[in-house]
């Protein structure tokens, strides 16, 4: 919840309006209207406004903090809270630190915003608001640290588990590769003994060649041989003598 003591000089500030304030205070007072009916960007833009006009001092910046919270702007809730305290106003400092945490807590920047109710803790110690929201805050500052802790586990099991799939694609990849490898060597080999096994066969089919090319060639001179023997077969019949009396 915030603080708003702004409201807390409405009155004055209206009445001041109507006697002739000057422009500083008109565009405060059109911003509490425009918050008041929940017009929250045309509150913070009047409260930017007022603030261009009297840049020294904290109440346009807490006031536009207080509308950008609204509109849920946070961040920039944050900077004008921020701002407000860098200006010193001491007698709402508390709440400015107070503020600025609750917009810091929203932004889930909780560290950031344990600061800031500790620090308006100092001012005020025994405000409950101060003391409740710093609770929350711790808390969920352990929650998150407990989730960032539990997604940074679950991001090193999911990387250990991409790792080890990779691993086994690798393994798998390389088992191929081998696989492959030694397909390829029994291909060379088992063309190597086909080659050798026709290197074989032809010498055998020419070395059969060569052995019926001999048996021809022994045959010829056989009948050759034949032949001769015919012949002085013939010589010896006709001198009227046997071969066989030689």
Request: charged share 30%.
């Amino acid at each position: 919840m915030l603080r708003t003591p702004c409201f807390i000089i409405i009155t004055t500030l209206f009445v001041a309006s109507i006697s002739g304030a000057d422009e500083y205070r008109d565009k405060i007072n059109h911003g509490y209207e425009y918050y008041r009916n929940g017009e929250f960007d045309k509150a913070a833009s009047n409260f930017g406004e007022a603030g261009v006009l009297k840049p020294d001092r904290p109440l346009p910046n807490f006031d536009r903090g207080g509308a950008l919270y609204r509109s849920n702007d946070f961040e920039g809730a944050a900077r004008e809270f921020d701002s407000a305290i860098s200006k010193g106003d001491e007698k709402y400092l508390a709440d400015y630190h107070y503020n600025l945490g609750n917009s810091l807590h929203k932004s889930g920047k909780y560290d950031e915003a344990i600061k800031s109710y500790i620090n308006a803790l100092k001012i005020n110690p025994d405000d409950h608001d101060y003391k409740h929201n710093l609770e929350l805050a711790l808390l969920n500052l352990q929650q998150q640290q407990q989730q960032q802790q539990q997604n940074q586990d679950q991001q090193q099991k999911e990387d250990e588990k991409k790792e080890q799939q990779q691993g086994q694609d690798q393994d798998k990849e390389n088992q191929e590769d081998q696989n492959q490898q030694q397909q390829e060597s029994q291909k060379q080999d088992d063309q190597q003994q086909q080659q050798e096994q026709n290197q074989k066969q032809q010498a055998s089919e020419d070395k059969q060649q060569m052995t019926e090319e001999d048996a021809r060639n022994l045959l010829s001179r056989f009948e050759e041989d034949e032949k001769e023997i015919q012949k002085k077969l013939k010589q010896v019949n006709l001198r009227g003598r046997s071969i066989y009396d030689w």
